[in-house]
């Protein structure tokens, strides 16, 4: 079966760093995203990563190794606004999007 | 760029009535959308996928008599929640697929529609 694994819960300091990490099991791949999205909101895209390697976008990075079946997403220089849950999900052979079930980040002042 | 709206963004009905949301790609053309469920502190559920010009893919257990999607052109789709019930009541969120950008099969979602169905 398909699998996408990630914590259910995360707490951090606002100003720190923190690092959500994401595995998956999936028929195929195709790529790896990762969403944000706030509480009664629709996610919003952050990041696309389908070769090995750290792709940085200002204070989100988000790195892939498809031989671990692993990704993260970093988040530098934590804001209050970053409360919010954080979405891995896996496109597989067929060009379908595997969710996972989204890690809850807290941020404390 | 790649913005998608989605119309109405709450909706109150009913028990038993009909109910039609919208889902627009605003600057881009998508040939193909998708529909989500979320219910409260869970994880998005794809109902089904919606192809322009044909008829859409449903996911296990949706019943796409109920759920009706309708994806007429390259920038509109529509979902009606036919003879909706309380156990209906949700959050339900479109996307729609841009494949002319760098970053390849992104999806890009609307802002949602909460229904409440009464």
């Known amino acids: 079966g398909q699998n996408i694994d990630q914590p259910t819960e995360m707490t951090a300091t606002e100003g720190a760093i923190v690092q959500i990490n994401c595995t998956y099991q999936?028929?195929?791949?195709?790529?790896l995203f990762w969403y944000q999205q706030h509480a009664g909101e629709a996610p919003t895209f952050l990041s696309y990563n389908v070769l090995d390697g750290l792709e940085e976008k200002g204070r989100f990075s988000s790195f892939l190794s498809r031989s671990k079946g692993y990704s993260y997403l970093l988040l530098k220089e934590l804001q209050m606004k970053d409360s919010a849950s954080y979405l891995c999900a896996v496109m597989d052979s067929n060009y379908q999007l595997i969710w996972g079930a989204g890690t809850k980040l807290i941020i404390k002042p | 760029g790649a913005v998608v709206s989605q119309h109405p963004s709450w909706v109150i009905c009913k028990s038993g009535t009909s109910v039609k949301i919208e889902c627009r790609s605003l600057d881009f053309q998508a040939t193909t959308m998708f529909w989500y469920r979320q219910f409260p502190k869970q994880s998005l559920m794809l109902m089904a996928t919606?192809?322009?010009?044909?008829?859409?893919?449903?996911e296990q257990g949706v019943e796409k008599d109920k759920f009706l999607i309708n994806h007429a052109s390259l920038t509109l789709s529509t979902l009606t929640v036919t003879s909706a019930h309380p156990e209906d009541s949700s959050f339900y969120i479109c996307?729609?697929?841009?494949?002319?950008?760098?970053?390849?099969?992104?999806?890009?979602f609307g802002p949602g529609t909460r229904l409440t169905v009464l």
């Open positions: 999936t028929s195929g791949f195709n790529g």
């Open positions: 996307s729609a697929r841009d494949v002319g950008t760098g970053e390849a099969d992104t999806q890009y």
């Open positions: 919606s192809n322009e010009g044909s008829k859409a893919t449903y």
